[in-house]
């Protein structure tokens, strides 16, 4: 496997990347008034590292909530990992997924359009075709599908459920 790419592990990294993005589409963090739609829900391809079993897997459907007000990541939705899971399913942890910087810069940029209510202009065509008629993962181990309860994959794009 090809080395992952870099991550983001500093908070002041990550602000500076929503600095810039915002500053692209002329949004000012201070100007923002509306607690609630500087919430936004966004996915990529995260990458998920179970700390108990060492496996490790992606999900193109890995979500996170963004806060433009406070340029962070508010909240990361978890994955239960697969392999533990399957050996004592009450022993699978959730686990929180990570995101290479160029995936959080497409997020980031994703999550400003939809406050703006502009189009995002980045389709990733390749992998959307690939992932269109297979579910990204199992609903059941991910905390964003309500672990079973709703398929995230196809929720529209201001819900934010939360089980
Ligand atoms: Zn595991
Ligand atoms: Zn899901």
């Not at 739609?37 to 995260?46: C, R, S």
């Not at 202009?121 to 905390?143: D, I, T, W, Y």
């Amino acid at each position: 496997m090809a080395n992952p790419p870099a991550r983001i592990v500093d908070p002041a990294n990550l602000q500076a990347l929503f600095y810039k993005i915002m500053e692209r589409y002329q949004v000012k963090a201070n100007e923002i008034k509306n607690l609630k739609v500087a919430l936004v829900d966004v996915h990529g391809h995260g990458l998920f590292d179970c700390f108990k079993c060492y496996h490790s897997w992606y999900s193109h459907y890995s979500w996170v909530q963004l806060d433009l007000k406070e340029m962070k990541v508010n909240y990361r939705w978890k994955m239960k990992c697969q392999k533990c899971y399957r050996g004592h399913p009450a022993a699978a942890v959730g686990i929180k997924p990570t995101f290479g910087v160029e995936e959080m810069e497409k997020m980031i940029e994703n999550a400003v359009c939809r406050y703006k209510g502009v189009e995002f202009p980045k389709k990733n065509p390749g992998n959307r075709r690939r992932h269109e008629f297979v579910p990204p993962h199992f609903s059941e181990l991910c905390e964003k599908c309500g672990w079973g309860q709703v398929q995230c994959w196809t929720l529209p794009p201001y819900s934010s459920f939360k089980a």
